[in-house]
């Protein structure tokens, strides 16, 4: 199902904040990923694939009919062919979901080879984590379940996938008043240079990887070879 409560904190100075983060990653991670097919599951409300090229994006959730996702589905069991899809993105899924594991397999399973998945998280060891310790809440982003950046990166070696990139971001406080959030905006360029992986949010980029498996690129050959000259007949004289 749709994560609950998402819709209406985005409209928050918090969601605000977090969001216009998120965009601008997501527009920089895949605007030069290629391919034919993205997929971009759950956050309808947001159009993370934006910036990607690719001929057919699409953008995938559950919970209801709605015209700003083409395909409705649960996201541990998605409807896309074994090695169909070159590109993936999960913003928030995992650490909203019941089952994350079977999600993330789900995703390897319709990537192709050389496949990419971007994800997004809170980090458990930011402001934001404390905030959700120690003042557990039922409402959205409290309600989630967490996950490190070195636990994320565990589940995706199982799986076969590398990382190639990650970044942190957002480390002001969670302060609701947008009038707070603003007078913290310092802790930007401080937290980036001091403590940049206590960032409240994170994006990790990974390759699908098939062992045993060779790309194969065609030999183009700049120039053809001439073909081997005829040797000149001789005409053999009379004695």
């Known amino acids: ?86 590109l993936v993105i999960l913003p928030h899924i995992l650490e909203f979901s019941t089952s994350p594991h079977q999600v993330l397999r789900e995703v390897e399973r319709v990537l192709v080879p050389e496949g990419q998945v971007v994800i997004t998280g809170f980090n458990p060891f930011s402001l934001w984590g404390v905030r959700r310790k120690f003042l557990a809440s039922s409402r959205f982003p409290w309600s989630g379940r967490y996950l490190s950046v070195m636990r994320l990166k565990d589940w995706l070696t199982l799986l076969n996938f590398e990382t190639r990139e990650g970044s942190f971001g957002c480390y002001r406080p969670p302060v609701e008043p947008e009038k707070w959030l603003r007078n913290w905006q310092w802790m930007e360029l ?50």
């Open 1 to 86: 199902m749709s994560i609950s409560g998402l819709s209406d904190w985005l409209q928050t100075p918090l969601g605000q904040y977090v969001l216009q983060w998120e965009q601008t990653q997501y527009d920089a991670a895949v605007v030069d990923i290629f391919g034919f097919n993205a997929v971009q599951i759950g956050w309808r409300e947001c159009d993370l694939l934006r910036a990607n090229r690719m001929p057919l994006r699409l953008r995938c959730d559950a919970g209801g009919r709605d015209g700003r996702i083409a395909v409705n589905s649960a996201f541990e069991h998605l409807p896309f062919a074994t090695a169909s899809i070159d």
């Open 190 to 239: 401080a937290g980036n240079r001091w403590w940049p992986i206590a960032g409240s949010v994170y994006m990790i980029q990974a390759v699908k990887r098939v062992h045993g498996m060779r790309l194969i690129t065609p030999a183009w050959r700049d120039q053809q070879k001439p073909a081997p000259g005829l040797a000149p007949a001789t005409q053999r004289t009379k004695r």
